[in-house]
């Protein structure tokens, strides 16, 4: 499990328990904005994260907070009007933003995979499934056909899919849903790329296959012994594969640290909200869930200060006017001037 | 490997391995009415390759001494108002309806994907360009616009041919003019039926380009030529195909209607329209005059109508059904 301890965002520390001391995946004050109508969207806002080799980090927040577009600004695949306008993105020690688009297309499924979050339309319909296996393979290991069709045929089984010589040649539409998504974490761990980003990637499928698909990417992950970001909006899933979580909110990181500890003493007012919104086994029939109250802030014009104090129940004058940096607190950080008594469990 | 296994993977046999051709030729021919459609075509270019050797006369031949004859043994579906054996012009104008068809059908395929593509990929002015050149053509009848077209280009084609005549000595044929018609005809019909083509294409590639698969590919790090050759076009095919396929019937209906009027193939050339305007003076006496070349052209129509639907039905791997 990786521990994350620095106390300026900007440059985050170590603090020498980290087995390899060098993260993988270094973000440094990264801004995505989209440029509208209605004035620059600022989809990820002077964000900061490091991902260190073999842990699998998972990126919490609401819909629209600006997690996929991080997993698209690391891909240098974001849509049209979108741009990473300032910032890093270290990739085992190369800048991501400043690389060719031929450099960032052998890193793109070789160095690093990307699993979608719809297997329904993310896989091309008229290409049989074996196909869309080996053609990753044929583009970024430079394998023959036969050689590609070999290894896919191994890893049809790997990923578990029955009779994996007669499923070869199969289209998409034969394969059930989590049956295609594990297609998609075939092509996904084809090439042994060192960092898999996963944009939610059991979002559209039913809870038992959820289970599975999870598991199945773990173990692939644990033997490969890759890095993987886990973009989510399910806690579950978080506590579940996870071993760090960072927790973000309109485009900023509020709160980052081990998932024990941020799951059992949440310090963020959002993250707290965020976890009071799950059912729990002890609450009773009739139960009303918790939710945070208001909407997500308009990305094109955000308040001043903290970014969420029009929902904060906690909120004073100095939240409205100063922004608060990510600060240490025990195992974890956060950004909050009022960061709450531990809770008592 | 155990009994067991072996009764096992016989539980989960899967078809034989298929591509998606393969696939598609299969479904094609359990379709009856594309059965049907593929005969027709066949048959089609068969008559209007060799028609000329399948009967003993010349679809010019007149004969004054035997007009407006019903069937009979020499002249298996009797003869015209002119004394021309019916079934030799018949044939003749399967030439006609095949070459208009495909002629007209490859110079709008290739117009339309070009433009359509072009305006697709280059967005722009160059789209903008495309697609109101499409809308203006559109707005007026196909046919009004065609025989506008073609009034107006054969006098010009036929100096244009004169002046070459004359420079290098240079001639198709000294008697008979029926291929300028044929020039004017192929001409007319692709500027006014390219747009169908161009809006499919250009639909299609600026859907699929915003589909997940596209992206899932790009996060694969593929090449754009990959992306266009392997994704982009395989996944437009199937619409394309069928739209050619009825484009076909549609391109010969439309040559038929322009000689039925008089701006297409001029006599003595031989055409399904030009026949039925030719005998209707004599319906009402003869009927099987302007009968047999109509239900031919029916049929042939009908055929590839069918050969069209069997193929949307049998190209679409989302839509069939095991």
Same mark, same amino acid.
């Given at each position: 499990?990786g521990?994350d301890?620095?106390s300026?965002?900007?440059?985050?520390?170590?603090?020498?328990?980290?087995?390899d001391?060098?993260?993988?995946?270094?973000?440094?004050?990264l801004?995505?904005?989209?440029e509208t109508?209605?004035?620059?969207?600022?989809?990820?806002?002077?964000l900061?994260?490091?991902l260190?080799?073999?842990?699998?980090?998972?990126?919490?927040?609401?819909s629209g907070?600006?997690?996929?577009?991080?997993?698209?600004?690391?891909?240098?695949?974001?849509?049209?009007?979108g741009?990473?306008v300032?910032?890093?993105?270290?990739?085992?020690?190369?800048?991501l933003?400043?690389?060719?688009?031929?450099?960032?297309?052998?890193?793109r499924?070789?160095?690093?995979?990307?699993?979608?979050q719809?297997?329904?339309?993310?896989?091309t319909?008229?290409m049989?499934?074996g196909?869309?296996?080996s053609?990753?393979?044929?583009?970024?290991?430079?394998?023959?056909?036969?050689?590609?069709?070999?290894?896919?045929?191994?890893l049809?089984?790997?990923?578990?899919i029955?009779?994996p010589?007669a499923?070869?040649d199969?289209?998409?539409?034969?394969?059930?849903?989590?049956m295609?998504?594990?297609?998609?974490?075939?092509?996904?761990?084809?090439?042994?790329?060192?960092?898999?980003?996963?944009d939610?990637?059991t979002?559209?499928l039913d809870?038992?296959?959820?289970?599975?698909?999870?598991?199945?990417?773990?173990?692939?992950a644990?033997?490969?012994?890759?890095?993987?970001?886990?973009?989510?909006?399910?806690?579950?899933?978080v506590?579940?594969?996870?071993?760090?979580?960072?927790?973000?909110?309109?485009?900023?990181?509020?709160e980052i640290?081990?998932?024990?500890?941020?799951?059992?003493?949440?310090?963020?007012?959002?993250?707290?909200?965020?976890?009071?919104?799950?059912?729990?086994?002890?609450?009773?029939?009739?139960?009303?869930?918790?939710?945070?109250?208001?909407?997500?802030?308009?990305?094109?014009?955000l308040?001043?200060?903290?970014?969420f104090?029009?929902?904060?129940?906690?909120?004073?004058?100095?939240?409205?006017?100063?922004e608060?940096?990510?600060e240490?607190?025990?195992?974890?950080?956060a950004?909050?001037?009022?960061?709450m008594?531990?809770?008592?469990? | 490997?155990t009994?067991e296994?072996?009764?096992?993977?016989?539980?989960?046999?899967?078809?034989?391995?298929?591509?998606?051709?393969?696939?598609a030729?299969e479904?094609?021919?359990?379709?009856?009415?594309?059965?049907?459609?593929v005969f027709?075509?066949?048959?089609?270019?068969?008559v209007?390759i060799?028609g000329p050797w399948?009967?003993?006369?010349?679809?010019?031949?007149?004969?004054l001494?035997?007009?407006n004859e019903?069937?009979?043994?020499?002249h298996?579906?009797?003869?015209?108002?002119l004394?021309?054996?019916?079934?030799?012009?018949?044939?003749?104008?399967?030439?006609?309806?095949?070459?208009?068809g495909?002629?007209?059908?490859i110079?709008? %395929?290739?117009?339309?994907?070009?433009?359509?593509?072009?305006?697709?990929?280059?967005?722009?002015w160059?789209?903008? %360009?495309?697609?109101?050149?499409?809308d203006i053509t559109?707005?007026?009848p196909?046919?009004?616009l065609?025989?506008?077209?073609?009034v107006v280009?054969?006098?010009?084609v036929?100096?244009?041919?004169?002046?070459?005549q004359?420079?290098?000595?240079?001639?198709?044929?000294?008697?008979?003019?029926?291929?300028?018609?044929?020039?004017?005809?192929?001409?007319?019909? %692709?500027?006014?039926?390219?747009y169908?083509?161009a809006r499919?294409?250009?639909?299609?590639i600026?859907s699929?380009?915003?589909?997940?698969?596209?992206?899932?590919?790009?996060?694969?790090g593929?090449?754009?030529?990959?992306?266009?050759?392997?994704h982009?076009?395989?996944?437009?095919?199937?619409p394309?195909i069928?739209?050619? %396929?009825?484009?076909?019937?549609?391109?010969?209906?439309?040559?038929?209607?322009?000689?039925?009027?008089?701006?297409?193939?001029?006599?003595p050339?031989?055409?399904?329209g030009?026949?039925?305007s030719?005998?209707l003076?004599?319906?009402r006496?003869?009927?099987?005059?302007?009968?047999m070349?109509?239900?031919?052209?029916?049929?042939?129509?009908l055929?590839f109508?069918?050969?069209?639907?069997g193929?949307?039905?049998?190209?679409n791997?989302?839509?069939?059904?095991?």
């Open positions: 499990m521990t301890r620095g300026q965002p900007e440059i985050p520390l170590t603090d020498g328990t980290e087995p001391g060098i993260p993988l995946l270094q973000i440094k004050a801004h995505t904005q989209f109508k209605q004035g620059t969207v600022r989809a990820v806002d002077g900061s994260l490091d260190y080799e073999g842990e699998v980090l998972g990126l919490v927040g609401e907070c600006g997690k996929t577009m991080t997993a698209l600004s690391i891909m240098r695949l974001l849509p049209g009007n741009q990473a300032a910032g890093e993105i270290k990739f085992e020690g190369k800048n933003l400043e690389c060719s688009s031929e450099e960032m297309k052998r890193i499924g070789g160095q690093i995979a990307m699993v979608f719809e297997p329904m339309t993310a896989l319909p008229t049989t499934i196909r869309q296996i053609e990753a393979m044929e583009i970024h290991l430079d394998l023959s056909r036969d050689e590609a069709r070999e290894r896919a045929l191994e049809l089984e790997h990923v578990g029955p009779s010589r499923r070869f199969n289209y998409i539409h034969q394969f059930s849903g989590g295609r998504q594990r297609v998609m974490i075939a092509i996904a761990f084809s090439c042994e790329p060192r960092l898999l980003l996963a939610e990637p979002t559209a809870v038992t296959v959820q289970a599975q698909i999870l598991d199945l990417i773990k173990q692939l644990q033997e490969a012994g890759m890095t993987a970001l886990f973009i989510t909006h399910d806690m579950g899933i506590a579940g594969s996870c071993d760090r979580v960072a927790v973000m909110y309109a485009g900023r990181m509020v640290g081990p998932v024990d500890d941020v799951l059992l003493n949440p310090r963020h007012p959002y993250t707290q909200g965020l976890l009071g919104s799950v059912p729990s086994l002890d609450s009773k029939p009739g139960d009303r869930l918790f939710s945070v109250s208001g909407l997500p802030p308009d990305l094109a014009s308040p001043t200060g903290c970014k104090w029009p929902r904060c129940p906690l909120a004073d004058d100095r939240c409205r006017e100063e608060p940096m990510l240490q607190y025990g195992e974890s950080q950004a909050c001037w009022k960061v008594p531990l809770r008592v469990e | 490997m009994a296994a072996n009764t096992q993977h016989e539980l989960f046999a899967m078809p034989e391995q298929r591509s998606l051709w393969q696939d030729l479904q094609l021919m359990r379709n009856r009415l594309a059965i049907f459609g027709v075509a066949l048959l089609l270019v068969f209007s060799f399948l009967s003993p006369y010349d679809y010019t031949q007149q004969n001494f035997r007009i019903g069937p009979s043994l020499d298996w579906l009797g003869t015209d108002g004394g021309r054996d019916m079934l030799t012009r018949i044939l003749h104008g399967a030439r006609t309806a095949f070459l208009v495909l002629i007209v059908t110079g709008t %395929t290739v117009l339309g994907v070009v433009l359509g593509a072009a305006g697709a990929f280059l967005g722009g160059v789209d903008a %360009t495309v697609m109101r050149m499409a559109m707005a007026f196909d046919i009004l065609a025989a506008f077209i073609s280009f054969r006098e010009k036929l100096e244009l041919q004169l002046q070459i004359e420079q290098y000595g240079w001639t198709l044929s000294e008697s008979n003019r029926v291929y300028l018609d044929y020039l004017v005809i192929f001409g007319a019909l %692709t500027l006014v039926q390219w169908g083509k499919l294409v250009r639909g299609q600026l699929l380009r915003e589909k997940e698969f596209i992206e899932a590919e790009r996060a694969l593929a090449s754009n030529w990959t992306i266009i050759l392997n982009l076009v395989p996944n437009s095919l199937g394309l069928v739209s050619i %396929t009825v484009g076909f019937g549609g391109a010969m209906l439309s040559e038929a209607s322009l000689s039925f009027l008089g701006v297409g193939i001029q006599p050339g031989a055409s399904w030009e026949m039925i030719d005998s003076g004599q319906w006496f003869n009927p099987h005059l302007v009968l070349p109509g239900i031919v052209l029916a049929i042939v129509v055929g109508n069918f050969l069209g639907d193929l949307n039905d049998a190209l791997p989302e839509q069939r059904r095991r």
